[in-house]
Every structure is written in C-alpha cells, then in structure tokens.
C-alpha cells in the first residue's frame, strides 16, 4: 500500500521550465525504484526518467539533457526538473512506484499532473 501524489505541473512557454514533485506515503520501505512517465492523447504511456534505490538513473533519449530525476529520502519525494520545455513535452505526467516484486512500469501510480508546453 503506496500512495503517490504529484504536483507542479501547468503552462509553460517553450523553453522553459518545470519541476514535478512525487510524495509518497505508506509502505515506502517496500519501494525499490521510482520513475516518471507521460502519455499524450491517442499515444501509449512511455518512461521518462527511473531511479533506483542506489540512486541509478535512466532517461528517455529524447529529454536526455533537459530533464533531471532526483529524490529526498527525508522527505519520501521523487522530483523531476524539466528544462528547456518544448510542446511534444505536453503530456500527462505519471508517478510510479516499484515494490519489491514488480518489473519497471507496474507497481503504484499517481493519478497524474497535466503539462503543457506551448510554442
């Protein structure tokens, strides 16, 4: 039982910048890795950013440079700094969690933060 909770998505000019914010409550000992995905309308849901325990990073190639996972263990909160925005970033925003026995992608959601990202 993991809750996840996102925050700071909106609008944004092309070339800007956000900072998503994921808190998770519950049974984050049960945690092994936490991850931000995004989907468009019509699309399948993608990876964007995953992080390990052992703070092991991977991104998608196309925010390689822009976009920064990072996490406060003291505050059970994953981020994502996003920069330099540009509109096929516009998408809904999903925090997962990974227990123990889950394969990346499956596991607890958040229930999303929309970006848009306008030209």
């Known amino acids: 039982q993991v809750q996840l909770v996102e925050s700071g998505g909106g609008l944004v000019q092309a070339g800007g910048s956000l900072r998503l914010s994921c808190a998770a409550s519950?049974?984050?000992?049960?945690?092994?890795?936490m991850g931000w995905y995004r989907q468009d309308p019509g699309k399948q849901r993608a990876l964007v950013a995953h992080?390990?325990?052992?703070?092991?990073?991977n991104y998608a190639d196309s925010v390689k440079g822009r976009f920064t996972i990072s996490r406060d263990n003291a505050k059970n909160t994953v981020y994502l700094q996003m920069n330099s925005l540009k509109p096929e970033d516009t998408a809904i925003y999903y925090c997962?969690?990974?227990?123990?026995?889950?394969?990346?992608?499956?596991?607890?959601w958040g229930q999303g933060t929309q970006v848009t990202v306008s030209a």
């Open positions: 992080i390990t325990n052992g703070a092991g990073t």
């Open positions: 519950g049974s984050i000992d049960s945690i092994k890795a």
């Open positions: 997962n969690a990974q227990g123990d026995y889950d394969a990346i992608g499956q596991g607890y």
